[in-house]
């Protein structure tokens, strides 16, 4: 079953992410890959923001990497309240 198409996250959303990464501050990533399903947290360092086949991905030091379209919140960032 091919992956469901990218939505892009807002642009300030990902500054908030780009921020994290760049000061290495450990943060609690609260995300859904499942439509309707209840969210998963993992806790961890941004390492890297980057695209793949067009697609924006986020990589924690240990190697866990999500799409950002997943994303629901960033610590107490939630990305509904961005545009």
Known sequence: MPAPAYT???CSFYDELE???TTGQPC???YRTEPDTPPSTYQGIIQDLFIQDK????????GFELRL???VAVDDKELRNYC
């Open 8 to 10: 892009p996250i807002s």
């Open 19 to 21: 921020a994290r990464a």
């Open 28 to 30: 609690t990533l609260t």
């Open 55 to 62: 697609v924006e991905y986020m990589r924690l030091q240990d």
């Open 69 to 71: 379209d997943a994303l």
